[in-house]
């Protein structure tokens, strides 16, 4: 598939639930690519489509990867449910759209997003300060004592293992939820 040049595999649930498994670097170009593309794909093949992209999860949860998927294909469902119109999801969008209707599901993912950001140096330090300071780059480096480069750098680097983008409000805002759960 062209319109995915990080297509890693790709599977069927049903006949109407496609799993497409991608390369986890491009995962903000892919989402913002996959809006875009959605309502030329609905016209031409007179269907309406639903997207929603998963979480990156750490080589450390691959006992728990089949759970999380289970998880996070009941979090899709519950989001394609309660939504008329074709959409274009990220994880952290539909857990924020539906943290209060699944619990366990909820529970589940923050427990897991909140040990994954603990294994990073100084993280959640970052998360919290970047949340009370309304995730602005150069005040966040001044309390942190640090280079505003070495806090890019640091996000960056947040980025590539998680695909959580924290200067994202909506990821930033998932982050310090794990962290307060």
């Known amino acids: 598939m062209d319109f995915l040049p990080n297509l890693i595999a790709d599977f069927a649930l049903d006949e109407n639930m496609y ?41 450390e949860l691959e006992a728990e990867w089949s759970q999380l998927f289970r998880a996070e294909w009941e979090l899709f469902v519950q ?7 074709s959409a274009c999801k990220s994880f952290s969008q539909m857990i924020h759209e539906n943290i209060g209707r699944n619990q366990s599901v909820s529970a589940l993912f923050l427990t897991r997003l909140a040990r994954t950001i603990r294994q990073f140096d100084q993280m959640e330090e970052t998360i919290l300060i970047l949340w009370d300071e309304g995730a602005v780059l150069t005040k966040v480096a001044q309390k942190l004592y640090i280079h505003r480069n070495t806090l890019q750098y640091r996000l960056e680097k947040f980025y590539e293992q998680t695909g959580l983008n924290l200067k994202n409000m909506d990821d930033l805002a998932l ?6 759960s």
């Open 79 to 85: 989001t394609i449910n309660s939504t008329e119109q």
């Open 19 to 59: 799993v497409f498994v991608l390369r986890q670097n491009p995962y903000m170009e892919v989402l913002s690519g996959l809006s875009e593309m959605l309502p030329v794909l609905e016209f031409d093949i007179g269907v309406r489509l639903n997207v929603a992209l998963g979480q990156v999860w750490p080589q």
């Open 175 to 180: 982050c310090r939820l794990a962290l307060l």
